[in-house]
């Protein structure tokens, strides 16, 4: 199996599709994460320096540990209505049919 680790471009897109799907504000993800909110913000807007590595590595796992989640979600609405809407998986572009943890790092 390849590495599971996510581009800077890949994560952005994966905070996008969370606060989104989540009806959140960068504000609140950046909140919840425990980063500052400015900070994150500047990031979510391209500035990939706004953030440390170690900042980003918290975002990471708080996005990774949403992964399996979604994906029980989505495979309970297959089986209830057929294909359900795209999760983070495809957003992101990572092969739906590769199941098993994304790397936060």
Request: hydrophobic share 40%; aromatic share 6%; charged share 30%.
């Given at each position: ?39 994150f913000v500047h990031f979510m807007n391209g ?11 918290r975002i990471g796992v708080e996005i990774a ?9 989505r495979e309970e609405l297959k089986r209830r ?25």
């Amino acid at each position: 199996m390849s590495d599971p680790s996510l581009s800077i471009e890949q994560a952005r897109a994966a905070v996008a599709h969370y606060r989104d799907t989540l009806g959140l504000t960068n504000r609140d993800v950046a909140r919840s994460c425990y980063v500052d909110p400015d900070a994150f913000v500047h990031f979510m807007n391209g500035e990939d320096e706004a953030l440390t590595d170690a900042q980003r590595h918290r975002i990471g796992v708080e996005i990774a540990a949403l992964v399996p989640a979604e994906d029980v979600d989505r495979e309970e609405l297959k089986r209830r209505y057929g294909v359900p809407i795209a999760g983070v998986r495809e957003v992101i572009g990572f092969p739906t049919t590769q199941k098993g943890a994304i790397n936060a790092s």
